[in-house]
């Protein structure tokens, strides 16, 4: 499939993933990896539903800002100094890790991101520096009427206490409430050897990276007791749910429909991804775009997108439009949702979608971050070893009728939520 | 144990003056193929800002031969990545896609090179989406203080507007305007081509010459010419517009791209305010005066600018912030810059260039837009330039071209904000607090 000429699988005794691409084309190296401390811990702990949400999130950006070792600036520099680069980010499931380096300095940058994950010391003034920037971020999120109708199109799909009825980003309030107490704890509890996995992909060789990640993580101890990585499935709403949030003055209205989606491991995974496709992913040439901005004039973009992990985070239908359209949007979308679930897509519309999805892999996997993103999914998913090479007669025996009956099962269209946010009456969430 | 995957870059120009580019990069069985045109916003004139781009959008309305939306349709249908960009210097087109679907990526190329219809209604809907563009611009703080800015340092040199142009004169541009630059710039003795990836080269040359060499060339409308008269004098700006961010920024006038003392200004740019141990984080972040600081080297084909930019902290004056980040700038002037300092610029470049060979995409991109501003040639020999400057040279180009009669300042100063501090200030700052 690619330029590498093999991918290896390896573990350290205390339970750490190490995967492995060799690529000696040019002396650099990309690592993609992560630990398994996402949002859907943010709350496993609180005292009620939704109080410590944005723990997560929270924990992971503080990471690089202060070690036993290093304050902010040291930690800054010992990257900076050598041209690499190193982030981590705090997501639903998991905290993601991206470094690029030059393959003379794979051993500098384990030992500064073995610092970070293992002796992070949370300092109270880097806290509250992040406090003040999360809580920046949700006060625009709560202006901005694309999140405002996510967000409360995901409050009103997954039921309080469920990991994903929130945003990762927490709230003014949950934010406000965490404490150093509840990072320190957190970080302890969910940081984690046999939480990790990386995907290192480069100028190296497996023997290499062995002994590089053995220095810098083999020491770290992992916890008795099992990690407990899940995230349950969210029921179906029992009806149509809808919700206006009124937003006067802005001179957008954003329309969020969604039902409950698929997860990544899920066995009909690839048949729902190719009816998202057809409805609302493939940009300028889906049914959504077609019919509402190219026919109608009604948006400036509709797309739809699924949010596959190892929990099905939701399948959403996401417009933009001027207000006056709002609710001429909502119809056809409905129009659109019910012409999939009732007759599938077409022969025609399958050939596009593979087309597509077999033309596009090999160009997500042309650099060394392309290639570590996808090896590391296949091991956090579990699709095989040979992923790579089976993908594309995957994607070609992918059946119209198993499209169809995919959209018949998850683009119901009797049972899903509704929101609308901007400048419109506003309507508390009912059924309809 | 480095494995050669890269060629040399091949380099032709055919007989109707067309540049070719090619590189053999074995690393995935994907190419990407781009055409880079020599025209940008500084081929305008008033009048006609933002024609450039206008002109891109409709590049993608379609040919007689592919129809509209088919462009993006059939690129689509092959899981290619495509897009185009318009900037001061250029327009470019690229399709990154499997090596084997190679032929259609040059084949809608070389079609739209000559034959794009620019449709009068397809002008009139595509107005709403520039129209869109303009206005998320107008929003922007950021891209606010850049227009004031460039506006501001450049007077005779087209620099001055906007990419996007003045939104008065993008209203009024008709269609036969656009058709009209499109034959004045669209050809193949102003554009470049570049072929990078999976692809041998003969064999590339050969598709390349079978696409694009049966069209002729023509007579290109004349070179810009202005320069910029040297500035005598500082000159200052504040934008009071809505906004729910403070900004400072300072801009000085650098040399071209392909003047020598771009390499020491490149370094500058790094030490002054790249990453948080640049020394604009360190003096205005790290002591809490802004939540943000960087600068860069900007360079383009003529005389461009050196940028630092800083977002004021909630309760901190634009006035402190700007004398820190102009005290920053002078110390530049007064004392040289450390070996420490020095070394991680230099790496931090090395290191850059040897990313961007990790990606056809970006090596393709590299190469046409330097073959565009400069030489592709100044890609290949950057590392080297870099690694020769010192901190004397540093010193020097800081004392040329970085002194306080050269420069521009501006801030971008909400009315609702009180420029000079207190709790005014707070109250600007993103839906107000709690």
């Known amino acids: ?432 | 144990m480095i494995q050669a995957a890269h060629s040399e870059v091949f380099e032709t120009t055919l007989e109707n003056g067309l540049k070719v580019l090619i590189q053999e990069v074995r690393l995935a069985p994907v190419v990407s193929f781009a055409v880079w045109y020599r025209v940008g916003s500084r081929n305008e004139s008033a009048g006609i800002t933002g024609i450039s781009h206008l002109l891109e959008h409709m590049m993608f309305k379609g040919t007689p031969r592919f129809g509209k939306g088919e462009i993006a349709r059939t690129l689509q249908r092959i899981g290619a990545s495509f897009n185009a960009g318009t900037s001061l210097d250029y327009t470019c087109y690229y399709e990154t896609l499997k090596s084997d679907q190679l032929e259609l990526a040059m084949e809608i190329e070389s079609d739209r090179m000559v034959n794009a219809t620019i449709p009068e209604e397809e002008h009139r809907l595509e107005m709403t989406v520039v129209r869109s563009e303009l206005e998320r611009n107008e929003d922007n703080p950021h891209r606010g203080i850049y227009q004031e800015t460039f506006a501001t340092a450049f007077q005779a040199h087209p620099y001055h507007w906007p990419t996007i142009g003045w939104r008065s004169d993008v209203e009024a541009i008709t269609t036969e305007q656009i058709r009209r630059y499109y034959r004045a710039h669209y050809a193949p003795n102003n554009a470049i081509v570049v072929v990078v990836g999976d692809v041998d080269r003969e064999e590339a040359l050969k598709r390349v010459r079978h696409w694009f060499a049966g069209i002729p060339s023509s007579e290109l409308p004349l070179a810009v010419t202005t320069t910029e008269r040297p500035q005598q004098g500082e000159r200052r700006f504040r934008l009071r517009k809505p906004g729910d961010i403070r900004l400072v920024i300072a801009a000085w006038r650098n040399p071209a791209m392909a003047h020598p003392d771009s390499h020491a200004l490149d370094v500058l740019g790094l030490i002054l305010g790249h990453g948080r141990t640049s020394r604009l984080h360190r003096a205005l972040v790290e002591t809490g005066l802004a939540t943000e600081a960087d600068a860069a080297n900007e360079s383009a084909r003529d005389p461009f600018l050196v940028i630092a930019l800083a977002t004021a902290a909630p309760e901190r004056s634009l006035a402190e912030v700007e004398a820190a980040m102009l005290h920053e700038v002078a110390r530049l002037r007064t004392e040289p810059i450390t070996e420490v300092e020095l070394r991680r610029a230099k790496k931090q470049v090395e290191a850059g260039f040897l990313y961007s060979k990790d990606s056809i995409q970006s090596l393709s991109h590299q190469l046409g837009y330097y073959e565009t501003i400069a030489s592709w040639r100044y890609l290949e020999e950057y590392p080297a330039a870099i690694r020769a400057v010192t901190a004397a040279d540093v010193q020097r180009v800081a004392t040329t071209y970085l002194h306080d009669d050269a420069r521009t300042v501006g801030w971008f100063d909400p009315p609702d904000s009180d420029g000079d501090g207190g709790a005014a200030g707070t109250a600007a700052t993103a839906g107000g607090d709690a």
């Open chain 1, 1 to 432: 499939m690619s330029h590498m000429t093999r991918t290896t699988r390896l573990t350290l005794p205390n339970g750490l993933i190490l995967l492995v691409g060799e690529n000696h084309s040019n002396p650099t190296i990309s690592i993609q990896g992560l630990v398994k401390a996402g949002a859907l811990y943010d709350n496993a702990d609180a005292a009620a539903p939704g109080a410590r949400s944005g723990l997560a999130r929270f924990t992971a950006s503080l990471l690089d800002l202060g070690t036993e070792t290093r304050d902010e600036l040291a930690m800054a520099s010992a990257i900076e100094d050598i041209g690499a680069s190193l982030h981590f980010d705090g997501g639903s499931e998991t905290v993601s890790i991206r470094a690029t380096m030059l393959a003379e300095d794979l051993d500098a940058v384990l030992e500064i991101a073995a610092d970070a994950l293992r002796r992070p010391i949370f300092p109270v003034a880097q806290i509250e520096k992040i406090r003040a920037e999360f809580l920046n971020d949700v006060r625009e999120a709560e202006a901005t009427t694309s999140s405002v109708a996510a967000r409360r199109a995901g409050e009103l799909l997954f039921p309080v206490g469920h990991p994903l009825h929130e945003s990762r980003g927490g709230t003014e309030a949950s934010l406000r409430a965490i404490g150093r107490d509840d990072i320190v704890k957190f970080h302890r509890k969910r940081y984690r050897p046999d939480a990790v996995i990386l995907a290192m992909v480069g100028d190296l060789t497996p023997d290499q990276a062995l002994k590089a990640v053995t220095r810098a993580f083999g020491e770290w101890a992992a916890p008795a007791g099992p990690l407990g990585f899940e995230i349950p499935a969210a029921p179906a709403p029992a009806s149509a749910m809808r919700r206006v949030v009124g937003m006067p003055g802005r001179s957008q209205a954003d329309v969020v429909m969604a039902f409950p989606g698929v997860a990544r491991t899920a066995p009909d995974y690839d048949a729902v991804m190719m009816a998202n496709y057809v409805l609302g992913g493939a940009s300028l040439s889906s049914r959504l775009m077609e019919n509402l901005r190219d026919a109608q004039g009604l948006v400036y973009g509709v797309y739809s997108m699924l949010h596959p992990g190892v929990g099905a985070g939701p399948f959403q239908i996401r417009a933009g439009t001027n207000p006056t359209n709002a609710e001429r949007c909502v119809v056809s979308i409905l129009a659109e949702v019910r012409r999939l679930h009732d007759d599938g897509p077409t022969d025609e519309e399958m050939d596009a979608a593979k087309g597509y999805l077999t033309g596009v892999f090999p160009v997500r996997l042309e650099a060394n971050s392309g290639v570590a993103a996808q090896v590391l999914s296949m091991e956090l998913y579990g699709l095989g070893a040979d992923y790579l090479e089976r993908y594309e007669a995957l994607i070609r025996g992918v059946t119209r009728k198993a499209v169809a009956e995919a959209a018949r099962r998850y683009l119901t269209p009797d049972h899903y939520v509704l929101v609308l946010a901007g400048d419109l009456p506003a309507e508390e969430a009912h059924a309809v």
